[in-house]
């Protein structure tokens, strides 16, 4: 089982800007579709951004040309650029894979975004 370790996050003021960093351990993380989720208070878990094997990537309508997610196979890591945040950007920031055998792994610790107006 994969484990994952999220870090980077922290309080900023609207319009500034988190990268956010999730290690993953063992080299099959470099075979699976990643994605960066996120759940605010009271709400569930969404989806907003996502990255395939090869770098291809997609975003939810609410982050897109604000959020860039990239990964770095070597290292077992994806990223999540956020700029221009926003106060409904806060929530606690996770990674997974997003798709395949045994897709979701385990859930991290997550990351806190507070974004403050």
């Known amino acids: 089982q994969v484990q994952l370790v999220e870090s980077g996050g922290g309080l900023v003021q609207a319009g500034g800007s988190l990268r956010l960093s999730c290690a993953a351990s063992?080299?099959?993380?470099?075979?699976?579709?990643m994605g960066w989720y996120r759940q605010a208070p009271g709400k569930q878990r969404e989806l907003v951004a996502a990255i395939t094997s090869s770098g291809s990537t997609n975003y939810a309508d609410s982050v897109k040309g604000r959020f860039t997610v990239s990964r770095d196979n070597a290292k077992n890591t994806v990223y999540l650029q956020m700029n221009s945040l926003k106060p409904e950007d806060t929530a606690v920031y996770y990674c997974n894979s997003v798709r395949g055998p045994g897709a979701p792994w385990n859930w991290g610790q997550g990351t806190q975004v507070t974004v403050s107006s």
């Open positions: 063992g080299s099959i993380f470099r075979i699976y579709a």
